[in-house]
């Protein structure tokens, strides 16, 4: 067994066993392996034991990777920020974005998605601990952003993403549960929270967290 298909059982384990811990199934916990700075080898490796859900951050090396691997059944979510001048090329290559947190990105996204592909799955990232240099949409904001968001018709609004602050994950965790079920009540069909990475997936699945985002545990420090 290669060290990343060790790593992988290792992670699937955290979270079956703090899934039983919350008496969540762990199937309703994805594990999106974070392959920025990964080589093609190093996913293929991944593959092999059985990942399939991959996130990136960089647009010009996954657009590289999503090419070479085009006939592997992979799908692919964006997690890094989006610029404008992104937006055409996420649009087309991706399944998933978790790092929206303004209108006119979310409405660019929107406009150059094909239509012959399924409606872009949409994350709203959101500053939960409130921090002047995270990226996200603040908390007051949240509501107005998700409603315009939610009738965009080429995107599917799913839920929320954050990164908490050092030493604040599990409170943010609860926090973000919490702004995602006042959205519920206002009618938005959310069943998605983007939380939870390598160091923390045990209290954000504990609060709900539906995928994590896993990278250094599964593919070792960055290279």
């Not at 996420?90 to 974005?97: R, T």
């Not at 409405?107 to 996200?136: H, T, W, Y």
């Not at 080429?154 to 995602?180: N, T, V, Y």
Request: aromatic letters at 4%.
């Amino acid at each position: 067994m290669t060290t990343i298909a060790n790593n992988l059982a290792q992670v699937r384990q955290r979270i079956q066993s703090t899934c039983e811990k919350a008496g969540r199934d762990p199937h309703s916990v994805v594990l999106l392996a974070v392959s920025k700075t990964q080589s093609v080898e190093a996913l293929l490796q991944a593959h092999a034991a059985g990942q399939v859900v991959f996130a990136e951050n960089y647009l010009q090396e996954a657009l590289t990777k999503i090419e070479i691997l085009k006939d592997y059944p992979l799908e692919w979510h964006y997690i890094g920020p989006i610029q404008s001048n992104k937006t055409k090329a996420i649009a087309e290559h991706f399944s998933w974005v978790h790092s929206i947190a303004s209108l006119k990105i979310a409405e660019r996204l929107n406009q150059q998605r094909p239509e012959d592909m399924a409606p872009l799955q949409i994350c709203l990232q959101v500053n939960i601990s409130d921090e002047s240099s995270k990226f996200g949409v603040s908390t007051a904001e949240l509501e107005a952003l998700a409603q315009k968001v939610d009738a965009l018709p080429l995107l599917r609004l799913r839920g929320l993403m954050a990164i908490p602050k050092k030493g604040d994950s599990e409170s943010a965790f609860i926090k973000l549960r919490q702004c995602q079920e006042r959205l519920i009540q206002k009618g938005l069909a959310l069943d998605t929270l983007s939380m939870g990475m390598s160091a923390d997936l045990e209290p954000a699945i504990m609060a709900g967290s539906t995928i994590v985002r896993v990278g250094t545990d599964i593919f070792g420090a960055r290279v």
